[in-house]
């Protein structure tokens, strides 16, 4: 494509999954690679290298466990192998058990980053007007090429401020900084243990709002990148951490690489071992969330960092920043649940309860559901287990035995968001009839449950002495319909002879396309009681594959 991989001309410039892997041969061998370029909802990011290994981090606002680490060994490909945070301790109205709920609050905005002379994992995140602090053992990190044989997060006591939107830095003396702030930039300096506050400074005020802050030492000067939400990204520059800085801008209203989609922004910088330079950001991509997207940069001769444009748009297509014949597990493919623990594909709709779910193991594998709750409304039923949507567009199919279920229990696979739909199986007395139920939604004023959900279509019942295994499969189209009037839709089908044939129910859904709850839609299950607990489901299996 003509003018792909240069710089805008006005600037000058100068040198400075538990899924099935991926069995691809070229894969390894791209030359190019496309925008996006992990088609799933991980705002916010957070990127950094460690040796050979490429690390991510992003928000999940009420999920659990929290903040996903993501590894790569090419910036492209990428698999989530940790998460940060593996319970909220943030209050009890995380734990989604009648004391309220956490919807739209939680992880926004945090940054991760690795400490050599530790050898230790940092993650801090303001929430609930404190920020909190997770740490674990990088188990030799440094000395091997960023490769973590374990991860083991502990939470440490939270600092009384709130670092809002922070990024952290380690600089070349060792000392360890955070940079937060909303339209007032400030930059906090930490202990030598990095887990308390020995002074904070305002460094910078702007007069719009700016966020998202990323802070990086290199070549002597120090940058801090931010946001203006959600159309333009700036970065400060200066000699001292605490300044004074100046600002330019990196982007701003920048046209690519999806239509429907927002302009890329926030996310941060990253070199690569021989010092190429990338700016990761995302798209607004509703419905399917916030995306991330990936391009080069390039450094002025007086050490400003700029976009690599296609003809002053976020490309499409780059050159691979790394070949690498190392590879990690493809999104895609068939989780049968045989491990000790869940993949850190799997997040939890708030904190689950512990008790009430259990992996089986064995050849066989298996996730046990067992209902946790007596309520008719989903939003506030525990142990919704939820898995990112892969887009442009998929299918997520749960295998599921109901055989075990009891009179007003309600399971199934469920499209989630704020305004979700699922379809499933409602037991009622003796029998249990296959349903497709929306209409269930969320407040966008203070998110409690406005709508707890319609019969919108009945299919057969189940009969009682089989086996019991039903085969769910929701069918998304997230492609980004962002600031228009255009719904995505979804499909729902069953199958009642192994997976075989399906047979589609009820009408195609709606998705939102509001910003407002953040997340994008997720393909979850779930199983709660509305009259007594002591039915269970067990998942079999779950797959996502492109359609």
Known sequence: MKGLYQVAAALAASPLVLSAPNTNPLAPRATTFNNPVLWQDHPDLDVFRVGDVFYYSSSTFAYSPGAPVLKSYDLVNWEPVSHSVPELNFGSKYNLNGTGSAY????????LRYRASNDKFYWMGCVEGKTHIWTSPGNGAAKNKGEVSNWNWTSNPPINSCYYDCGILVDDDDTMYVVYGNTEISVAQLSADGLKQVKSQSVYKHSETIEGSRMYKINGYYYIFVTRPASAEYVLRSKSVWGPYTMKTILSNIKGPLSSAGVAHQGGIVGTADNKWYYAAFLDAYPGGRIPVLAPITWTSDGWPQLV???GSWGKSYPMPVQTTKTVASPLGTDEFKGASLSHEWEWNHNPDKTKFRLLGGPEGGLVLQTADVTNDLFAARNTL??????PKSSGTFRLDVSKMKDGDRAGAVLFRDRAAYIGIHKDGETSTIVLVNGLTLSEENWSTTGRGNVAARGPNVASGTTGEVWFKITADITPAFGTNTERTTSFAYSTDGGKTYTNLGPAFGMSNSWRYFTGYRFGVFNFATK????????????MQLV
Do not use: L, Q, Y
């Open 532 to 543: 007594a607990k002591g039915g269970e489901v067990t998942v079999k299996s779950f797959g």
């Open 104 to 111: 739209v609050k939680g992880i926004w905005a945090s940054s």
């Open 386 to 391: 939820t898995h990112r949507i892969m887009g």
């Open 309 to 311: 444009t296609d003809n």
